[in-house]
């Protein structure tokens, strides 16, 4: 038995990696309908040999409709979400839109599935940091309950669109270019002034990242909000608590950009109510669905290595010299596919899996 799918925002970076994951694991799709704005309607993009073209969403287009994957941005799942209901689909929505909505389930497959039994027609994928964070910590989790995460991020400019990624091949190859014409003086940087050419600014200037990218970090993804957190922190302290049904557990994150093209990087601290062994630690993440774990501590995971990699990566996992409650992991995963579309998918095969669709 095949269902109808929509994929809203098909023509960006986390649609187009939904489309190739929908081949990959061949989810039964009986008829494939792909949406965008105007802009981008008339496209065609491929779908297992065949030419399909991108349809302008508007009022009618989730007639007849199973399952509506949305990856167009907040304003649009909540303009659309409620009319692809409405017409009968179940919407499985990527952007922060319904998250934090009480009637709307926030789901990690392979942290709380059962918690698609009571969605009502809008189930949220959660955000692409929270979601390699908690696929890693669940195993610790069920050892012991954790009480306290310090996370730090390091995110691929993916996660802010396929603009950010132009901007971040621009500026490299600008100042690249100019570091070439520099190069007999290249013993001594501060020297090679491309900062104070003319028209380095506007090259140089913010975009999708507020800050110079390429060559640097940027402590600052989405807008500021209260006591000094940016939204996309407040995202991995109150969905970690939702999906994880545990508000005693504190979390403090600080989400920086860094100039890589896919792959977020996590480096976690937490706390646990009692004492593990690291062998338990590592026998739990060995074991866990959706895991991959580097025990060697000498070798360890990088963005270059989970590009197109189904798992998180997990790697130099440690424990606190202080605190014997206390341990450290490294984490990567692939932020297009297993921390947006990837996700998506897998609600979607959990729902035919519970018989809820």
């Not at 955000?127 to 390091?154: E, F, G």
Request: hydrophobic fraction near 40%; charged fraction near 30%.
């Amino acid at each position: 038995m095949g269902y109808k799918v929509a994929i809203l925002g098909a023509t960006g970076a986390v649609g187009r990696e939904i489309l190739k994951y929908l081949e990959e694991v061949n989810f039964p799709v009986d008829d494939l309908k792909l949406l965008a704005s105007e802009k981008s309607a008339g496209k065609y993009m491929e779908f297992k040999g065949e030419k399909i073209k991108v349809e302008k969403v508007e009022e009618d287009s989730f007639k007849g409709i199973d399952i509506a994957l949305f990856s167009a941005g907040a304003s649009r799942s909540k303009k659309w979400a409620p009319i692809a209901v409405k017409s009968g689909a179940i919407v499985i929505d990527n952007s922060s839109a319904f998250r934090m909505e009480k009637d709307v389930p926030l789901v990690v497959p392979e942290v709380n599935e059962k918690d698609l039994k009571w969605h009502k027609g809008i189930i949220a994928n959660p955000n692409c940091s929270t979601i390699q964070m908690v696929v890693a910590l669940k195993p610790i989790y069920d050892l012991s309950p954790i009480r306290k995460i310090v996370v730090s991020t390091y995110q691929a400019v993916s996660g802010a669109g396929l603009n950010a990624i132009k901007e971040l091949v621009d500026q490299t190859e600008f100042i690249i270019d100019i570091y070439k014409a520099y190069k007999d003086k290249l013993e001594d940087f501060k020297y090679i002034p491309y900062k104070n050419l003319p028209y380095v600014k506007e090259i140089l200037k913010p975009g999708k990242i507020p800050y110079q990218i390429a060559f640097n970090c940027v402590p600052h993804i989405d807008v500021f909000m209260d006591e000094n957190y940016t939204k996309e922190e407040w995202k991995m302290v109150k969905e970690t608590k939702k999906i994880m049904h545990d508000d005693n557990i504190s979390v403090c994150a600080t989400c920086v950009r860094v100039p890589v093209f896919i792959g977020h990087s996590e480096s976690i601290y937490i706390e646990t109510q009692d004492p593990l062994k690291l062998e338990e630690i590592y026998l739990a993440l060995e074991k866990a669905p959706g895991v991959k774990l580097y025990k060697d501590p000498r070798t360890y995971p990088t963005p270059v290595d989970v590009e197109g990699e189904n798992k998180v990566l997990v790697g130099r996992v440690r424990r606190d010299l202080d605190n014997d409650r206390a341990y450290t992991l490294w984490v990567v995963g692939d932020n297009l596919r297993k921390g947006a579309a990837q996700n998506a998918v897998q609600i979607a095969e959990s729902l035919i899996k519970l018989n809820l669709i």
